[in-house]
T-cell receptor, first 112, second 117 residues
Framework: GNSVTQMEGPVTLSEEAFLTINCTYT??????LFWYVQYPGEGLQLLLK?????DKGSNKGFEATYRKETTSFHLEKGSVQVSDSAVYFC???????????FGSGTRLSIRP | GAGVSQSPRYKVAKRGQDVALRCDPI?????LFWYQQALGQGPEFLTY????????KSGLPSDRFFAERPEGSVSTLKIQRTQQEDSAVYLC???????????????FGEGSRLTVL
C-alpha cells in the first residue's frame, strides 16, 4: 500500500540556518505529494504541494521537488526563522484514492 | 467562524464509556474526513464522507467506532465502550472538492483530544 517515511525529529536549528527535512514515499501510479505544517495550538494546514514528477512546490520560502526517480519530496528552506518552529508532515494522495496518507511528522525548533 | 470547528476540544472518559465528537465543517464543503492522531504520530485516516454518504470507512479500527453525517454538513464520530488505546487526538477536515478530484488541500480543525482512563 501507499506510505510515507520522513526523518525523525526533533530537529533543532539556529535562526538563519539551512533546513532539510527528508521524505520518501511508496506508492503505485502517480501520487500527488504535500507538506503540511502544524504550528503550536493550531490545526494542520497545507504548506505546499506538487502533483507530478519534477514539479516544485513552494510557499513561505519553503520548497520541495517531486523526484520520481528517488521517490522523494524533501522539504528545504534556505534561512529559517523562529516562527518556522512547528511540526511538519509529508503526505501523499494516490492517483486512484481519495484519502491523504501522512508521515509521522518532524518537529522543528528554531533557536533565536 | 470561517474554519472547521470541533467539539469538545478535550474529553476525559472512563474506560467503557461512550463518547461523541462533533465536527462542523466549513460551510459548503462537500468532503469531510476524520483522522486519528496518536501522540508523536501522524494522522491516520478513519473515514470519508461525500455529502451525507460515507464512501470509505476502511480506517475505522473496530466496530466500536461509528461516524455519521446525516444532512451532509455536521458530522459526529462516536466511540462506544472506550478503551485506553482509543486515547488520541481526533481530527476533522473538510474540502470543497470531491473524492479523487481532491487537490489535497484539506482544512483541518484543531482536533478533539480524547483521554481514556
Amino acid at each position: 500500500g501507499n506510505s510515507v517515511t520522513q526523518m525523525e525529529g526533533p530537529v533543532t536549528l539556529s535562526e538563519e540556518a539551512f533546513l532539510t527535512i527528508n521524505c520518501t514515499y511508496t506508492a503505485t501510479g502517480y501520487p500527488s505529494l504535500f507538506w503540511y505544517v502544524q504550528y503550536p495550538g493550531e490545526g494542520l494546514q497545507l504548506l505546499l504541494k506538487a502533483t507530478k514528477a519534477d514539479d516544485k512546490g513552494s510557499n513561505k520560502g519553503f520548497e520541495a521537488t517531486y523526484r520520481k526517480e528517488t521517490t522523494s519530496f524533501h522539504l528545504e528552506k534556505g534561512s529559517v526563522q523562529v516562527s518556522d518552529s512547528a511540526v511538519y508532515f509529508c503526505a501523499l494522495i494516490g492517483s486512484s484514492a481519495s484519502k491523504i496518507i501522512f508521515g509521522s511528522g518532524t518537529r522543528l525548533s528554531i533557536r533565536p | 467562524g470561517a474554519g472547521v470547528s470541533q467539539s469538545p476540544r478535550y474529553k476525559v472518559a472512563k474506560r467503557g464509556q461512550d463518547v461523541a465528537l462533533r465536527c462542523d465543517p466549513i460551510s459548503g464543503h462537500v468532503s469531510l474526513f476524520w483522522y486519528q492522531q496518536a501522540l508523536g504520530q501522524g494522522p491516520e485516516f478513519l473515514t470519508y464522507f461525500q455529502n451525507e454518504a460515507q464512501l470509505d470507512k476502511s480506517g475505522l479500527p473496530s466496530d466500536r467506532f461509528f461516524a455519521e453525517r446525516p444532512e451532509g454538513s455536521v458530522s459526529t464520530l462516536k466511540i462506544q465502550r472506550t478503551q485506553q488505546e482509543d486515547s488520541a487526538v481526533y481530527l476533522c477536515a473538510s474540502s470543497p472538492r470531491l473524492g479523487t478530484a481532491n487537490t489535497g488541500e484539506l482544512f483541518f480543525g484543531e482536533g478533539s483530544r480524547l483521554t481514556v482512563l
